[in-house]
């Protein structure tokens, strides 16, 4: 299971999240710092916040 490290660029703190036991093709979760839902992509290596529709 792969592993993915991220930042939170909503919230003014350093330091990285990591990701682990993430689903090879990816999957959502909640971003620990700031509570949103998250998008983790394995393949990239990157995690990208949700942006809800209103």
């Known amino acids: 299971m792969p592993v ?3 930042s939170c660029p909503r919230r003014d703190r350093g ?3 990591v990701f682990t036991g993430v689903d090879p093709d990816g999957e959502l979760r909640d971003c620990p710092d700031c509570g949103a839902e998250v998008a983790v992509d394995p393949d990239v290596g990157e995690v990208l916040h ?3 529709e209103s």
Do not use: Q
């Open 4 to 6: 993915v490290t991220a």
């Open 50 to 52: 949700v942006e809800a």
């Open 15 to 17: 330091g990285e999240i």
